[in-house]
Nanobody, 120 residues
Framework: VQLQASGGGLVQAGGSLRLSCAAS?????TGWFRQAPGNEREFVAA????????YYADSVKGRFTISRDNAKNTVYLQMNSLKPEDTAVYYC?????????????????WGQGTQVTVSS
């Protein structure tokens, strides 16, 4: 399975972006992670295969929403009220399980990343 992340860009603080993760085939539980320069890759959000279970990092809870359209093999990350500290490369990942996970080590497939830059 190949994952293609898109939708990143430059936005002012308080603005919004929607990231998309398109898969070459059916994918199961999916997550978004991000990595800022000098930092480790960190968990952002995850969603189960049917979409009934979602997890969010505390830093994005209430601002970001993860969703999916299985008919299109696509997962989305709606990001609102963006802050400069959200600046990072965002990666989508999928795992061979129906169950969502916050642990990056449990993901089997990774996309190439999309840059999100939030200016103050």
């Amino acid at each position: 399975v190949q994952l293609q992340a898109s939708g990143g860009g430059l936005v002012q603080a308080g603005g919004s972006l929607r990231l998309s993760c398109a898969a070459s085939g059916s994918i199961y539980a999916t997550g978004w992670f991000r990595q800022a320069p000098g930092n480790e890759r960190e968990f952002v959000a995850a969603i189960s295969w049917r979409g009934g279970t979602t997890y969010y990092a505390d830093s994005v809870k209430g601002r970001f929403t993860i969703s999916r359209d299985n008919a299109k093999n696509t997962v989305y990350l709606q990001m609102n009220s963006l802050k400069p500290e959200d600046t990072a490369v965002y990666y989508c990942a999928a795992r061979k399980s129906l169950v969502a996970s916050t642990d990056r080590g449990e993901y089997d497939y990774w996309g190439q990343g999309t840059q999100v830059t939030v200016s103050s």
